[in-house]
Every structure is written in structure tokens, then in C-alpha cells.
């Protein structure tokens, strides 16, 4: 038994969530981290592909007594008397808004780039998302056995694209075929990469060694050798130097190699997540106090995420609670912030090999609460029900669609269906100022097939999502006579959100830098937090 560290069980939990664009290796990364933490023992998960290509648990017991997908949504492993909460961020076609709001639930982020392609445009979205609550971010550079981009060129993408500040923790030798390893900047060490057969899908165990003693020269060619060194020292000279505080802050980011496929450099991702991820952190809120302590005795939490059954019968729901403050026990009673009272007596929590501690949770820790309908995306859970947490936005959608009636008499019905859905954050929902239309947007297609399905199954009225002017929306907001002299010049593309908070839909993106330079005063939010 390993010993149980000094210090409240908050302290050591670290939650975090990986973020990339799709293909980067989000996938084979969770798994390869799990695996490498002894949180999973599979073979041959890796290779299975497509939607089947799921990391597995016991979590799939509740997924079928329940009909809900929740064993993704949290993978906890314990790593060196840590606990960690890694939060499933969906990419591909189940990206979704519930994508940005896991992150408002992360303390930190891994964000996974593709060695040949640097920073791509799904990676800067979250990244922005990350910045909303500077949450610190580790980057991962995959696919170090494939042809990579110069490293400096890979540097100055996350400089350039991303303004965080880039530091260099290895510094890697050679890529694809000539790829030899890295070398560890911090020990002086090189870790080298071993290429398997072609057939040889094992991991690489990594050997460490010392980057001036005699036996790396056995290992690297001279040109090699003297490339390690050069590129080391140019990073000690040029690059800037890791300062924890930068980093805790969101302007830095500390910059490891490797593959995830191949298991090459995931171990020492693993010990730099164990090392510098900030544990839980306090949380902004208003209530009793201005701050939520992750330390402080009464229970909060914040639903970040809302799942509905599979099965159109069952109004069953989880809402994924993320912990804030105090220590939660099975059974407690809670209240929401809109004063609705629920007692939590079936809670799913993430700790799927040790029911021992599977009856409470902490501050940094998230369960699943099944509930009827009750709970929706931003809702406040706590003792008092006096506490609301913020910093739960709802984010610019990024595709909109025009909601049409098969049957024109069946209009009072298509309002009280898309609003509670739009209210249980399926998709967000706007009436246009003029015409009285419905317009739902999201910022992945599944929101929107989601919400056809839904309105079809539980409300039985037939509707098309169909293709509308405009492609994005944004909050306005300013001094009065500058709003309404905006409104008026823009009547047709001015719409109410669920709250009656003005938007303006946009053709593109580019029709809000022009709209923002035209109209310096007024502001033109890309997200906007729910009122009470
Ligand atoms: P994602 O979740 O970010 O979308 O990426 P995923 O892990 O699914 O990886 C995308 C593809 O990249 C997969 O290829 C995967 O095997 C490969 N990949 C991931 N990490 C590495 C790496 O370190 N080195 C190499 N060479 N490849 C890597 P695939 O299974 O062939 O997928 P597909 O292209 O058939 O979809």
C-alpha cells in the first residue's frame, strides 16, 4: 500500500481535460496515459477503430443499465498520491458546445498538436475557451515518428498563433525515420527512442542517458550528438525559461515530444502533469461569499454538462457536477441556485476499481447526478442553495439553422419544445426580432441532430433544421442610443436569446470584424453567462 499523503483529500486532485484538433491523437493519447498510470490493462484497445475505439471500464455497467454515455466523460486514475479527474473533451462529429464547457470544469489542459501540422484551427478555438479562465495548459507534440515541421517552426506556431509564451522541457532529435528521442533539458539526459519492426506494435521502453557521459555516443551518430547539444543550448539561450507562476497563469506553456501511438514520451507527460498541474483552485461566484474555497465546508458544484437517455422513454438525465468546495457524501441533500431541493442518493461516481471511497467526492472531483429535468447546464448545486458559481458562459454558436414546421398549426408546441431543450443546453435558441422565427444554434452538427431527434421523439412535431443567411452570432452590448442605433441598422439580423438578451447573427466570421470596426462602441461578445 502506498502511503496516504499529508494534507485534505481535495488537495490532491488534478482535473483536467486534453484538447486538440481532430486526428492529432487525442484518442490514442487518453489511452496511452491511462495505460502508462495503470489505470487500464488492455491490448490491443488501441487498434480498434472508429466509433468502437472507446477506452473501456467498468463505467459501461452504468452506461447499460441507464442507457446514458457517461464512460467517457470522466477517466480517474490515481499516479504517484495523486488523483486525477481527466475530463473526455468529445471531438470529431460529437463536437459539441458541451465540448467548451468541460473545459470551465478543467484546472489545466493538454493540448495535443500533430507534429507535421502545429497549431490547427480546432486546437486555437479551445485554446481561446482555455484563456476565458487562463487555465494553465501542457502542450504534447505527437507524432514525433512520423516527418515533423522544424521544431522551431513548431515553437513559434504556439507563440504566433496562441500568444502563450513556449518552453521547450526536451528538445527532440531528428523525426519520423530519423527520429532518435529527446533529450530531458531540466536532467541533462537523453531519452532514447528505439524504433520497433514494422510489425511490432509493443510500447518503447525508454532508456535514459546522461547527455555528456560516454555511452549516448554509442547511441547517436556524431552529427546526431552534436545536433541534441546544438538545438539544447540554442533552447537554454533563446527559449523562455519555464516560470511556474507564467505557467499557472495561462501565458506559458511547457512543450514535450513524443508519440502516442509508439507510448514515447507519455510517461514523462504523466510526471510533468503530476509535477505542475494546479489542484483545484478557487472558484469566482456570488452568494455568501465572493469565492468558493476548494478547502471550505459547504458542499458546491456546478453542472457543466447535461445527458439525456439514449432511449427516447426514459426522461432520465445525468448532470455532470464538478465539485468545488467541501466533501460531498452520498445522500446529501442539495439545492439548486433557482431553489429547487434534490436529494442526491445516486450519485455516479468516477471511481471505478475502489468502492471504498466511491461514496463521497471532493472539491475537484465530478459526478454524475441522475435527475429528471431538474438540473440544467450552469445550475448551481449547494447545501445553502444561496451560491452561484460563475464563469459558465454560453459560447457563439458557430453554425445557426432556421427551425421549419412540417405543420404550420403545431407552432405553439415547436416554442415550448425548443425552449426546454434549448434550456437543458442541447443547443441554444434565438427568435429573430422581426418574423418571430426560431433559430437554433451550435457549435457541432451532433447538437443539431441531437435536437431534430429530441423534438421529434418527446414532443412528436415534425421540423426541419434548415440552412439559414447567417453563420455565427454574437452578444451585443453597449450604452443605449449606441444598441439601438446598431438595432436599427441591422433589424433583420437581430435576435433575442432564451434569457431576451440581444444578438446579432452574423453572415461570418468576417461580418463581425467589419461590424466591430465599423461600431467601436459597441461590444460584440462571443459568449454570455446565463442570467439567474
Ligand atoms: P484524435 O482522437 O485526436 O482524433 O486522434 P486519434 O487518437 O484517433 O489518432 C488519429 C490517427 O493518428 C490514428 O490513426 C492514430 O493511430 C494516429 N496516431 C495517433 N498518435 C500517433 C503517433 O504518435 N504516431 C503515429 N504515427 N500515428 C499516431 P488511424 O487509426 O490510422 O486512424 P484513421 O486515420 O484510420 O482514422
Known amino acids: 500500500m502506498t502511503a496516504e499523503p499529508a494534507g485534505p483529500e481535495w488537495a490532491r486532485r488534478r482535473t483536467y481535460a486534453i484538447i486538440s484538433h481532430p486526428d492529432a491523437g487525442k484518442t490514442t493519447l487518453t489511452e496511452t496515459l491511462l495505460l502508462e498510470a495503470g489505470a487500464i490493462r488492455l491490448a490491443g484497445q488501441v487498434k480498434a477503430r472508429g466509433q468502437n475505439r472507446r477506452t473501456q471500464s467498468d463505467w459501461m455497467k452504468i452506461e447499460r443499465e441507464r442507457g446514458i454515455s457517461v464512460s467517457a466523460s470522466v477517466m480517474t486514475y ?40 502545429g497549431v490547427e484551427p480546432r486546437t486555437l478555438k479551445l485554446v ?42 526536451q528538445w527532440p532529435c531528428g523525426s519520423g525515420q530519423r527520429f532518435r528521442g529527446v533529450a530531458d533539458m531540466a536532467r541533462d539526459e537523453f531519452i532514447l527512442y528505439r524504433r520497433p519492426s514494422a510489425d511490432d506494435q ?65 510517461r514523462e ?20 461569499a465572493e469565492v468558493l474555497e476548494p478547502g471550505g465546508k459547504e458542499v458546491a458544484g456546478f453542472v457543466f454538462k447535461v445527458q439525456a437517455n439514449m432511449d427516447p422513454n426514459h426522461r432520465d438525465r445525468v448532470a455532470f457536477v464538478r465539485l468545488v468546495s467541501g466533501s460531498f457524501r452520498r445522500g ?11 436529494t442526491v442518493s445516486n450519485p455516479i461516481l468516477f471511481f471505478a476499481s475502489d468502492r471504498e471511497i466511491a461514496d463521497e467526492a471532493f472539491a475537484g472531483d465530478v459526478m454524475g447526478v441522475p435527475n429528471h429535468g431538474v438540473l440544467r447546464v450552469g445550475d448551481t448545486l449547494s447545501e445553502s442553495g444561496k451560491w452561484r458559481v460563475a464563469g459558465i458562459p454560453n459560447f457563439a454558436p458557430e453554425m445557426l439553422r432556421r427551425a421549419r414546421l412540417k405543420d404550420p398549426l403545431k407552432a405553439k408546441h415547436l416554442k415550448k419544445a425548443l425552449e426546454s431543450l434549448a434550456e437543458e443546453g442541447v443547443t441554444q435558441l434565438f427568435r429573430l426580432q422581426v418574423g418571430g422565427e426560431f433559430v437554433i444554434g451550435a457549435v457541432g452538427a451532433l447538437q443539431i441532430d441531437v435536437m431534430a431527434q429530441r ?28 444598441i439601438d442605433a446598431f438595432i436599427d441598422r441591422h433589424k433583420t439580423a437581430i435576435a433575442e436569446d432564451i434569457d431576451g438578451a440581444v444578438v446579432f447573427l452574423a453572415k461570418s466570421p468576417w461580418e463581425v470584424s ?13 459568449t454570455r453567462e446565463r442570467a439567474t
Open 269 to 288: 507527460l504523466l510526471d510533468a502533469v503530476a509535477e505542475v498541474a494546479p489542484g483545484p483552485q478557487p472558484q469566482a461566484a456570488t452568494g455568501p
Open 332 to 342: 446529501m441533500k442539495l439545492k439548486t441556485d433557482h431553489g429547487k431541493q434534490l
Open 78 to 117: 490515481e499516479y504517484k498520491g495523486l488523483l486525477f479527474n481527466l475530463l473526455d473533451t468529445p471531438g470529431h462529429e460529437d463536437f459539441s458546445e458541451d465540448t467548451y464547457r468541460t473545459l470551465t470544469a478543467a484546472d489545466c489542459a493538454i493540448m495535443v498538436l500533430d507534429a507535421a501540422k
Open 128 to 169: 481561446e475557451v482555455c484563456r476565458l479562465r487562463d487555465i494553465p495548459i501542457i502542450t504534447f507534440i505527437n507524432k514525433m515518428d512520423r516527418e515533423a515541421m522544424e521544431v522551431t517552426d513548431l515553437l513559434d506556431d504556439i507563440q504566433d498563433k496562441l500568444a502563450l509564451d513556449a518552453t521547450p522541457m
Open 455 to 482: 423534438v421529434a421523439d418527446e414532443y412528436g412535431i415534425e421540423v426541419v433544421f434548415e440552412t439559414c443567411p447567417y453563420e455565427t452570432a454574437r452578444w451585443i452590448q453597449g450604452a443605449p442610443d449606441k
Open 202 to 266: 509493443d510500447p518503447v521502453a525508454s532508456e535514459r542517458f546522461s547527455l555528456s557521459g560516454n555511452s549516448i555516443t554509442a547511441e547517436l551518430s556524431d552529427d546526431e550528438h552534436a545536433e541534441v547539444r546544438e538545438g539544447v543550448e540554442m533552447a537554454r539561450e533563446l527559449c523562455p525559461p519555464f516560470i511556474e507562476q507564467s505557467f499557472r497563469e495561462g501565458h506559458l506553456t511547457p512543450v514535450y515530444f513524443g508519440s502516442a501511438l509508439r507510448r514515447f514520451g507519455v
Open 514 to 526: 467589419y461590424s466591430q470596426e465599423k461600431w467601436p462602441d459597441v461590444v460584440f461578445a462571443n
